[in-house]
């Protein structure tokens, strides 16, 4: 199986600072990225998601970004706001030998709070 | 409306009982995946199924069951359920596999004394 480590596992900011939350992966073959956000009590939602053809993607003020050579993936969020406090989790799909097995592994989550 | 459900939402049982929790999705989706949440350990798979009929273990298997007649319905069956399965349930399906958002269910939170 995949193994998936996400850091930090807490993360405390200021409203308006930038958030950085990375995800590092082990199998040099993924090529599939998302980042989901779970609100307090609520269940997960994607929010963006790389492949590996592309280094960067953005969605107003989120991205994610790829360093392949590295084996990790980052999620950004600037101008922070107090709705971005939630629980994100990176994802690594099973791509062994190139094919889908189904399998979906997910990292452990990091809890971000955003103070006004 | 596009969803997924999941139902009972909250159960407390106890130790032995068998127990079901459903899960169905009307978006006609291939892929379909249970998994557990507990705290500092994210989100594990239990099982997941690629289609009807076509089911697989993920990393957390031991003590579940799951079935895939329906392409809407992916139920997950504890036989014996023990405490250490108290947790917090999510069913998701997505169009397939890979490269396709997972639409999670509500989740059910399941005790067991």
């Known amino acids: 199986g995949e193994n998936v480590e996400q850091h930090p596992s807490t993360l405390s900011v200021q409203e308006g600072d930038s958030a950085v939350i990375k995800c590092t992966y082990s199998?040099?073959?993924?090529?599939?990225f998302p980042w989901y956000k779970q609100e307090l009590g609520k269940r997960p939602q994607l929010i963006i998601d790389?492949?590996?053809?592309?280094g960067e993607k953005k969605d107003q003020r989120i991205a994610v970004t790829l360093n392949k050579t590295a084996k990790h993936f980052s999620l950004h969020i600037t101008e922070t706001q107090p709705e971005d406090s939630a629980v994100y989790f990176c994802?690594?799909?099973?791509?062994?030998?190139?094919?889908?097995?189904?399998?979906?592994?997910f990292g452990q989550g990091t809890i971000l709070t955003v103070h006004p | 409306e596009a969803q997924v459900t999941q139902n009972p939402r909250y159960l407390i049982t106890v130790t032995g009982k068998k127990l079901t929790v459903t899960c169905s999705q009307n978006?006609?989706?291939?892929?379909m995946s249970w998994y557990r949440q507990d705290p500092g350990l994210g989100l594990r798979q239990i099982y997941y199924?690629?289609?009807?009929?076509?089911?697989d273990k993920g990393d957390v298997p031991e003590g579940y069951k799951v079935s895939r007649k329906e392409k809407r319905n992916f139920p997950l069956i504890l036989e014996s359920p023990s405490p250490n399965q108290t947790s917090l349930y999510f069913c998701?399906?997505?169009?397939?596999?890979?490269?396709?958002?997972?639409?999670f269910g509500p989740g059910t939170r399941l005790t067991v004394l």
């Open positions: 998701a399906s997505s169009l397939s596999a890979y490269y396709n958002e997972q639409f």
């Open positions: 199998d040099s073959a993924s090529n599939y």
């Open positions: 790389i492949r590996s053809n592309v």
């Open positions: 994802a690594e799909p099973d791509n062994a030998g190139g094919t889908s097995y189904g399998k979906l592994t």
């Open positions: 978006m006609n989706h291939e892929y």
């Open positions: 199924s690629m289609n009807v009929e076509v089911t």
